[in-house]
């Protein structure tokens, strides 16, 4: 919660696993943290690029420094990416929308 800004860089390993959509990242969010993260297809429903972060390339360790220079150097945009950041974990992965997404599985599983 003391850092600024958020960053999670998720590779491919050799078997094609990945990690993503990283519990940290939503901690992070949650936390009025923007976030720089790898544009693999959970991240990205969590972050939508340039509102709530930015979104880059596996292994794009040069964009990641752009990001980080852009948001180091504008508090503003951070502090303002940062509460959309929260506003969307908040209403999308609050403890009532998880047990209800849960609750909905569930009940999908016991009506088969």
């Not at 939503?26 to 976030?35: D, F, H, L, N, Q």
């Not at 980080?68 to 303002?80: Q, S, T």
């Given at each position: 919660n003391a850092a600024d800004i958020f960053v999670t860089s998720s590779i491919k390993d050799e078997l094609g696993n990945v990690d993503d959509q990283p519990v940290s990242l939503?901690?992070?969010?949650?936390?009025?943290?923007?976030?720089v993260a790898t544009n693999f297809p959970g991240i990205s429903l969590t972050i939508e690029s340039k509102k709530r972060g930015f979104l880059v390339k596996e292994k794009d360790y040069k964009k990641i420094a752009y990001y980080?220079?852009?948001?180091?150097?504008?508090?503003?945009?951070?502090?303002?990416m940062g509460q959309e950041a929260r506003k969307y974990i908040i209403k999308n992965y609050s403890y009532e929308k998880i047990g209800k997404r849960y609750n909905e599985i569930f009940k999908k599983i016991m009506s088969n």
């Open positions: 939503i901690e992070a969010m949650a936390c009025g943290k923007p976030a980080l220079h852009i948001l180091i150097r504008n508090k503003k945009l951070r502090e303002r």
